[in-house]
């Protein structure tokens, strides 16, 4: 941001909030806010507008978790993902990738549980992907129950089914949980 855009931001907040705007203070926020998109600030800026905040917005509270300019990755920048090799735009908030590859990692285990111990492939792997979160957790919560009835299943798997689903058991108790 430059000192024009600082001041008029600042315009702004003291309409809406009792703000000062003496020299000293815009040039301390020009030498923060000068590393930062002038629309993402004035985003931060509606936010707090928005809310039920009754005093202005202090300065870290429109910075928060903004990445400065010289910071930021070019929108074309992507990681791969480790587990179905999709490109995934690292411009996505962080827990977005972590969704993605949860989602990954959970049909991955479902083929491998299905090759396994169903002797068959799972053949709408597209359509798994294309579930959104409850439908696809309800899904795999089914098919987590279902294993933990089958004779053959290692007391490894068990134990970590049993404890995705937080239950408390000690070994001889696997047997006859349900």
């Known amino acids: 941001m430059n000192e024009k855009q600082v001041?008029?931001?600042?315009?702004?907040?003291?309409?809406?909030?009792?703000?000062?705007?003496?020299?000293?203070?815009?040039?301390?926020?020009?030498?923060?806010?000068?590393?930062?998109?002038?629309?993402?600030?004035?985003?931060?800026?509606?936010?707090?507008?928005?809310?039920?905040?009754?005093?202005?917005?202090?300065?870290?509270?429109?910075?928060?978790?903004?990445?400065?300019?010289?910071?930021?990755?070019?929108?074309?920048f992507v990681c791969i993902c480790k587990f179905c090799g999709s490109k995934i735009a690292t411009r996505n908030d962080l827990i977005s990738i972590k969704r993605h590859e949860e989602r990954c990692r959970s049909i991955?285990?479902?083929?491998?549980?299905?090759?396994?111990?169903?002797?068959r492939e799972i053949e709408n792997e597209d359509d798994l992907y294309a579930l959104d979160d409850r439908a696809f957790n309800a899904n795999y919560d089914q098919v987590l129950k279902k294993l933990l009835t089958i004779p053959t299943l290692s007391e490894s798997e068990k134990y970590c089914i049993n404890k995705y689903f937080n239950k408390d058991f000690d070994s001889e108790g696997i047997k006859t949980w349900q």
């Open 7 to 76: 001041v008029s931001l600042m315009h702004r907040i003291a309409s809406y909030f009792p703000f000062s705007l003496e020299k000293y203070k815009i040039d301390e926020w020009h030498k923060v806010l000068s590393e930062y998109d002038v629309n993402e600030v004035n985003k931060q800026l509606d936010a707090h507008l928005k809310s039920e905040a009754t005093e202005a917005p202090k300065l870290h509270l429109l910075i928060k978790h903004l990445e400065k300019t010289n910071e930021r990755r070019p929108i074309d």
């Open 108 to 119: 991955q285990y479902l083929k491998r549980v299905y090759r396994k111990y169903f002797n």
